[in-house]
């Protein structure tokens, strides 16, 4: 995970128009095109919120990666592990790209909100093979600020606890793991 430094890439115009289409343009021809005003603005705003950094882009990419739908080798390495963040442009505008993604439709409107217990029954769901559903988990805490990780396992270990294995963006390549009671 990372904030805004130096020498890396946010969005750009190519991952504005992924977003919202040719309309994002004041001209659609050419090579030089250039973005509508409100266009370069939402992207000049929306990046600079990745100041806090990009979790988000990195849990969505990491869950669209583990299901089979990216192929890493499309950002440098087919082993995810072996990607680097320096250097690589185009991974680092995909990581933006899908972290602008929790700012519009229809992400914004199916943020779900609720209890341990609800968010867990979801969880078990759609981590089941036959589910289309993916979920990143986003976890706050008031005044302080919130993470986004991507849960790819359950287990029930008894007791009436049950374990949500993690891959954390701040902690690559260590197991983390959410208790639930």
């Not at 229809?106 to 609800?118: E, L, Q």
């Not at 969880?123 to 036959?130: F, H, R, V």
């Not at 805490?141 to 008894?158: N, Q, R």
């Amino acid at each position: 995970n990372y904030g805004n430094p130096p020498g890396r890439t946010n969005l750009t115009p190519v991952e504005v128009q992924r977003l919202f289409g040719d309309v994002v343009f004041a001209t659609t021809s050419g090579p030089d095109r250039i973005l509508t005003p409100s266009g370069q603005k939402w992207m000049e705003a929306t990046s600079a919120a990745m100041a806090d950094g990009h979790c988000e882009g990195m849990a969505v990419l990491s869950r669209l990666v583990y299901s089979g739908v990216l192929d890493p080798a499309q950002f440098g390495n087919a082993s995810i592990n072996a990607l680097t963040i320096d250097g690589n442009p185009a991974l680092q505008r995909e990581i933006a790209f899908w972290w602008a993604t929790q700012c519009v439709d229809p992400t914004r409107s199916s943020a779900i909100d609720g209890t341990p217990t609800n968010i867990l029954d979801l969880l078990i769901a759609s981590l089941k093979g036959e589910s289309q559903e993916t979920y990143v988990l986003h976890v706050f805490m008031d005044g302080i600020g919130g993470h986004a990780v991507t849960p790819y396992a359950v287990a029930a270990l008894g007791n009436g606890f049950t374990e949500v294995r993690l891959y954390d963006n701040n902690h690559p390549n260590i197991e983390r793991t959410l208790l639930i009671d």
